[in-house]
């Protein structure tokens, strides 16, 4: 999620006009991300261009993500590469005015996949809406306080039933996870805290789990660890982050 925390997860922007403002959250640049979730972990490792965009996602799979931007910057591609040096998908994002990112469209295995992108004044999003075959998979509707953490997404799928995460953060614990989402600027802006704990709605209303976070420290003051628990104590996600 975003929080996108599962995700989860997590600088300077244009906001609904083309004037730049203050960035709501800036992190710093990350290299590599390990992630030790049971039965599920993943490495990966960052580069970026000269102006802090992402350059390139390699994982531990062998798989290479390359990103391409358009010279007049209303468009960047992100290319998946397998080991043959063979482009196996791509997902074309569509940017605004403000360089945000109004639509994305799968290609090749991914064609049938699409996505659509509201924000508000401060860049963070408020609704993203998944598309299959053109029609609607998935709404995602996020609520945004005024200290720009995301406190709550609804979720409706396409039998238009809710189920919903509620966040609260660590207030003077500040976002140091990434550059503004791993240098992929064009999709917004991530809350500024840490998120805190993560209650899980399911569609009775029903409390499904509670997600605690904890977090370490390196020397520079940036997240190294980052570990999540369950509310019955057992272990939900761990991650490492090396920074450039």
Same mark, same amino acid.
């Given at each position: 999620m975003k929080v996108k925390i599962a995700v989860v997860v997590l600088v300077c922007l244009v906001i609904v006009s083309a004037c730049k403002k203050a960035p709501v959250?800036?992190?710093?640049?990350?290299?590599?991300?390990?992630n030790y979730s049971?039965?599920?972990g993943y490495s990966e490792t960052f580069s970026y261009n000269g102006d802090g965009t992402i350059a390139t996602l390699v994982r531990n799979d062998g798989v290479k993500i390359i990103?391409?931007? &358009? !010279? @007049?910057?209303?468009t960047v591609t992100a290319a998946s590469v397998n080991g043959l040096s063979q482009t196996t998908t791509a997902t074309e994002y569509?940017?605004?005015?403000?360089?945000?990112?109004d639509s994305s469209q799968g290609q090749l295995i991914a064609q049938h996949n699409s996505n659509a992108y509201s924000y508000d004044g401060?860049?963070?999003?408020?609704?993203?809406?998944t598309y299959v075959n053109h029609a609607i998979s998935n709404t995602d509707n996020y609520t945004n306080n005024s200290a720009k953490n995301a406190v709550e997404i609804q979720h409706v799928n396409s039998g238009n039933v809710s189920t919903y995460n509620y966040f609260t953060f660590f207030s003077s614990n500040a976002n140091t996870i990434g550059v503004q989402n791993m240098g992929q600027f064009?999709?917004?802006?991530? &809350? !500024? @805290?840490?998120?805190?704990t993560d209650v899980q709605i399911g569609a009775a209303l029903d409390t499904v789990d509670i997600i605690t976070w904890r977090y370490r420290y390196d020397g520079s003051g940036n997240v190294d660890t980052a570990v999540a628990y369950h509310r019955n104590g057992s272990l939900a996600d761990s991650m490492t982050y090396t920074y450039y």
């Open positions: 959250f800036n992190g710093s640049k990350i290299f590599t991300l390990n049971p039965g599920a990103y391409y931007y &358009s !010279a @007049n910057g209303d569509i940017l605004n005015s403000s360089k945000y990112a401060n860049g963070m999003w408020t609704q993203v809406k064009y999709l917004g802006v991530s &809350s !500024a @805290n840490l998120v805190q």
